[in-house]
């Protein structure tokens, strides 16, 4: 009797838990989708005027290196670098660092581009694995081809940092597109400011977009479900957040398919750590951890004019790797950066930024999952008030379409509106069917992440992929 007495308190206790839980954490959405339809009306004028067109021939602005790491992606590769060789910036190199692939990406890159091996001197600023080859092409003279032993993606990254000639580097999925003006847009938060050390764009779901040479020639909704509320999720996760995160000058964490970086404050803190497969989150939270440190005024900026294109995952056995590798990566730089929690000396970044993504991005996965298999039994025991449940979770819903509805608005506003009205209600009936099942299985997925941490700490997965365009 006195075990079921501590049952029934502990239902009622964690009941109660999980309403104050998801009250403060839909609170916070609000204000975040609040500021954000704040900033993204700001700026949208600034971001399409004749202004911010003229500085594609300023003098001031800064050269880059795009460093493109690649591991077997044969089938992507060359039509990326061509894709990139025409995209809208006075001065740029391509560096594509093929880290020991074992298929034909290297002889398709030096076939396709008509390269030769030569010789040149390193610097190694950041210890990698060997290079065996550096290759050039007198038709693309701001293309490099290197050839390195495997060390994974970091140590690539590395290796390419080592290799550029540029103060700026953006660090590029093979797989991913960018658009012809993105890299200007993100190299003018630089100009703007002289403390900015890192600048990420907004990376969208190219499922059912027809993206040509860097531009997007029309966009349908895709066949899959699954593909379908993606779209959704990345609207209100991905732009909503980082936006607002952006304007505290607390952003953790920049896309790995698409950051601009002030290539010396990379190498001052060690470059890219190289036993994560949380490689982009764990740079920026280092590079807070480092400024704070050095007592150096500094930046992180995020653009959402700037827009990299990238395929969602098309299977759920793919979004499930996916999803996994992004919890252990988050897990990973939270207990990497554990001092960070709480601590005033950190400002903004250690008395909020981290401790959110501690309780609510990381634990918050565990919380749901508790309350999923709590419900069937708590109305096993007699002890689940329906009334009380019913209104729990319409209101829940309610919220989450209230920010799905927000951020495609916002959407509408960085992309001039590219979804026409009958797409726009497709995806606003997405946005609603997303929390019937779609939600739960993501949530399911990290916490599986967060229960095999230790055996897939160092395992990456492989994700299937399609073409761009024909």
Not at 124 to 149: A, D, M, R, W
């Amino acid at each position: 009797m006195g075990f079921l007495n501590a049952v029934r308190s502990f239902i009622v206790v964690f009941n109660y838990f999980c309403m104050a839980f998801t009250i403060l954490l839909n609170i916070i959405y609000v204000i975040q989708l609040i500021v954000s339809l704040f900033r993204v009306h700001k700026n949208y004028d600034k971001a399409f005027s004749d202004d911010f067109l003229s500085y594609v021939d300023s003098e001031n602005l800064l050269p880059i290196s795009l460093i493109i790491p690649a591991y077997n992606e044969e089938e992507h590769i060359v039509q990326n670098v061509r894709s990139l060789l025409k995209i809208n910036y006075p001065e740029f190199e391509i560096i594509v660092v093929n880290d020991g692939s074992t298929d034909k990406t290297g002889e398709r890159v030096v076939r396709a581009f008509h390269m030769h091996k030569i010789e040149t001197s390193i610097r190694y600023q950041i210890p990698t694995e060997q290079i065996e080859g550096v290759y050039f092409s007198k038709e693309y003279p701001n293309l490099l081809y290197v050839h390195k032993k495997n060390g994974g993606k970091s140590d690539a990254l590395n290796a390419g940092i080592n290799i550029s000639r540029y103060p700026l580097f953006t660090c590029l999925d093979a797989d991913s597109r960018l658009e012809k003006d993105a890299l200007l847009r993100l190299s003018l938060e630089f100009l703007k400011d002289s403390r900015t050390v890192i600048a990420g764009g907004l990376v969208r779901i190219a499922n059912g977009s027809r993206i040509v040479d860097g531009e997007l020639k029309g966009f349908t909704m895709p066949k899959k479900l699954i593909e379908r509320f993606q779209i959704v999720e990345y609207y209100r996760s991905f732009l909503m957040g980082r936006v607002f995160w952006s304007s505290t000058n607390s952003l953790l964490i920049v896309s790995g398919a698409f950051g601009l970086f002030r290539k010396q404050t990379v190498i001052d803190v060690g470059g890219y750590k190289r036993n994560t497969i949380g490689e982009d989150m764990e740079i920026v939270v280092r590079i807070h951890r480092y400024m704070h440190k050095q007592h150096k005024k500094y930046r992180v900026k995020f653009n959402e004019f700037s827009i990299c294109w990238t395929q969602g995952p098309m299977s759920l056995g793919d979004i499930r790797s996916q999803r996994r590798r992004w919890q252990i990566g988050l897990m990973d730089t939270l207990i990497s950066h554990a001092g960070m929690t709480f601590n005033p000396f950190y400002g903004f970044v250690g008395l909020f930024s981290v401790p959110y993504n501690w309780i609510f991005e990381l634990f918050g996965a565990l919380v749901e999952t508790i309350g999923y298999f709590l419900i069937p039994f708590t109305l096993i025991m007699g002890e689940l008030n329906m009334f009380f449940f019913v209104i729990y979770f319409l209101l829940s819903v309610a919220l989450g379409i209230i920010l799905s509805e927000g951020s495609l608005v916002i959407e509408q506003y960085t992309h001039r509106a590219a979804m026409n009205a009958k797409q726009s209600i497709a995806i606003s009936v997405y946005a609603l069917l997303e929390n019937f099942g779609y939600r739960q299985i993501i949530t399911l997925f990290r916490m599986e992440g967060i229960i095999k941490y230790r055996k897939l700490r160092r395992s990456w997965g492989k994700i299937k992929r399609k073409e761009f365009e024909q």
